[in-house]
């Protein structure tokens, strides 16, 4: 049995007391970064041991995982925030547990693009999420897709390449297109701001941005 619990985005009171239980009673939790975890779990006084599980080994370490659940094991996979396998590790392990006739079960909890979306303003009844553009091979052809998509799409993006993002939305969709940055969701300094694309880019340049990034763009 692997259970995918969501941890909080910010605010630790989010995770829910299902998630707390499930994360007590396991035998090992697989988390993205343990170091990060283990301050969630020094914080709700879980003591179940933490395993590594991250975008870099888990191609590696997949199988082998699979085979402990297939034999018995109970275990949880988390990520350092939100819900496993949204821009995360946890796609690779899920589809392998399903092949193998091991039982996923995923709880309701944190996911960043969700508040960012509703707290937006823009239409949410149909939406696109996208999440990380990629760096560089492919990014203009995604950006241009996404600039003639009808309805609202949705982005993450680094603070550090906020300004870059927001020059290659008003690139493909002109500056006059509404469009929404979210930061520090559910944390002391959360950020919600819908302005057209070319005055969030004014507003954001005069500041340091700090905290993870959720763009959402309206469609045309």
């Known amino acids: 049995m692997l259970y995918i619990i969501p941890t909080p985005i910010g605010n630790l009171e989010d995770i829910t007391l299902r998630a707390l239980r499930i994360l007590k009673e396991v035998s090992v939790v697989l988390a993205?970064?343990?170091?990060?975890?283990?301050?969630?779990?020094?914080?709700?006084?879980?003591?179940?041991?933490?395993?590594?599980f991250h975008a870099h080994n888990e191609h590696a370490v997949v199988e082998r995982v699979v085979d402990e659940l297939a034999s018995g094991a109970?275990?949880?996979?988390?990520?350092?925030?939100?819900?496993?396998?949204?821009?995360?590790?946890?796609?690779?392990?899920?589809?392998?547990?399903?092949?193998?006739?091991?039982?996923?079960?995923c709880l309701p909890g944190p996911t960043a693009f969700v508040p960012a979306l509703v707290?937006?303003?823009?239409?949410?009844?149909?939406?696109?999420?996208?999440g990380f553009l990629p760096h560089k091979k492919g990014r203009q052809t995604r950006l241009k897709y996404l600039s003639a998509l009808p309805h609202t799409f949705v982005l993450y993006e680094s603070p550090f390449r906020l300004i870059k993002c927001l020059d290659e939305?008003?690139?493909?969709?002109?500056?006059?297109?509404?469009?929404?940055?979210?930061?520090?969701?559910s944390k002391l300094h959360e950020e919600v701001i819908t302005l057209p694309l070319d005055e969030l880019k004014a507003h954001f340049s005069k500041k340091e941005v700090k905290g993870e990034i959720v763009v959402v763009v309206a469609g045309i």
């Open 32 to 52: 993205e970064d343990t170091r990060t975890s283990k301050r969630l779990f020094d914080h709700f006084g879980i003591k179940t041991p933490l395993r590594s």
């Open 74 to 105: 109970v275990m949880a996979l988390i990520s350092d925030a939100g819900t496993p396998g949204i821009s995360d590790p946890g796609f690779l392990l899920a589809r392998a547990c399903m092949r193998r006739g091991v039982r996923v079960e």
């Open 119 to 130: 707290a937006s303003g823009l239409p949410c009844d149909t939406f696109h999420f996208e």
């Open 169 to 185: 939305l008003i690139a493909v969709c002109g500056p006059e297109r509404l469009a929404c940055v979210a930061r520090e969701l």
